[in-house]
C-alpha cells in the first residue's frame, strides 16, 4: 500500500493547483508559504508590468505580416485599471491612424492587446500568429493589418475590426493572471464588429501558453471557428467550439492543412 506522501506527490505532477503542502505545526511549511508568495508577486508584476509594443510588432512583422500600434483612450497604466471603460474605446489618435491604414474589406483583423498580462503577449503572440498564417494562406483569408494596442481591453477589437472593415476580428489579449498562470494568453474572436458588441457575441479560446494550451493547437481551434463563423455569420453563444471533434474524421481538412 503506497504511503501518503507517495499519493500526494503522485497526484500534485498532475496539477499546478497547490494541493497536498504538507504542514509544519499549524501553519504551512516554510518552502510554501514562499513559493506563494513568489507566485503573488508574478501576478502582480504581470498585471502592471508594460507591454513592449515596439518589439511586439517588430516580431509580427517578421513573418511577413504589416502592423499598426494604436492605444486606448487609457493615458497609463493605473487609469487603465481604475477604468476598464477607457480602455474599450480607441484614443483620437489611434481612430485617427486606423482610418489612414484602411484598405479593401478584409476577412480577420489580429489584434494584439496587453490586457492584463504584457508577460503573456511577449511570450505567446508572434507564435500563435506564426501557427495561424497557414491556415489563413490554405483558406485564402484576407489578412486585414495586424495592430498592436496598448492599454486594451477585449472589446476595444470592435472598434477596430470596424474601422478596418473586416469580417471578423480576433483579439489575443493577456489574460488576468492567476497564481499559477501569468503567463495566459486569452483569444477573443467576433464575427461583424462594431461598437456595442456583447461578450455573448463572442468566442473565447482560454489558457494559451507554454504549460496550458500550446500556441499550434490554439491556432487549429481559431482557425475551425473562423472558418465557421464566417460560414454561418456568427459567433458566440450560438457557435460551439467543435474543432475538437473534426480532428476525428475527414471534415478536419475543411480546406485546413493538417497539423
Known amino acids: 500500500m503506497s504511503r501518503p506522501d507517495d499519493l500526494w506527490s503522485r497526484l500534485s505532477a498532475l496539477t499546478p493547483a497547490r494541493i497536498g503542502l504538507g504542514r509544519a505545526g499549524n501553519g504551512l511549511p516554510t518552502r510554501e508559504v514562499l513559493r506563494f508568495g513568489l507566485a503573488h508577486a508574478q501576478a502582480r508584476d504581470a498585471v ?7 518589439a511586439v510588432a517588430d516580431a509580427i512583422a517578421a513573418l511577413g505580416l504589416r502592423t499598426l500600434t494604436v492605444a486606448s483612450r487609457a493615458p497609463d497604466r493605473a487609469t487603465y485599471l481604475r477604468r476598464p471603460d477607457y480602455g474599450r474605446r480607441l484614443s483620437e489618435e489611434g481612430a485617427s491612424a486606423l482610418a489612414a491604414a484602411a484598405g479593401p474589406p478584409a476577412d480577420l483583423a489580429l489584434v494584439v492587446a496587453d490586457g492584463l498580462s504584457a508577460r503573456a503577449v511577449h511570450e505567446n503572440a508572434a507564435r500563435l500568429i506564426a501557427a495561424f498564417l497557414p491556415y489563413a494562406e490554405a483558406a485564402s483569408w484576407r489578412l486585414a493589418p495586424v495592430v498592436v494596442a496598448e492599454q486594451a ?14 469580417r471578423a476580428v480576433a483579439v489575443l489579449i493577456g489574460e488576468r493572471p492567476g497564481l499559477s498562470s501569468p503567463d495566459s494568453l486569452g483569444i477573443y474572436l467576433t464575427f461583424d464588429p462594431r461598437p456595442g458588441r456583447s461578450d455573448a457575441e463572442r468566442n473565447c479560446i482560454s489558457n494559451v501558453r ?15 471557428l473562423l472558418g465557421q463563423a464566417l460560414a454561418r455569420g456568427l459567433t458566440g453563444i450560438g457557435l ?7 480532428l476525428e474524421g475527414p471534415e478536419a481538412a475543411a480546406g485546413l492543412p493538417a497539423r
Open 153 to 166: 481591453r477585449v472589446a476595444l477589437g470592435d472598434a477596430i475590426g470596424a474601422a478596418l472593415q473586416a
Open 48 to 54: 502592471h508590468a508594460p507591454m513592449e509594443a515596439a
Open 210 to 224: 507554454e504549460a496550458g494550451l500550446q500556441p499550434a493547437d490554439a491556432a487549429f481551434r481559431l482557425s475551425w
Open 240 to 246: 460551439k467550439d467543435e474543432s475538437d471533434r473534426a
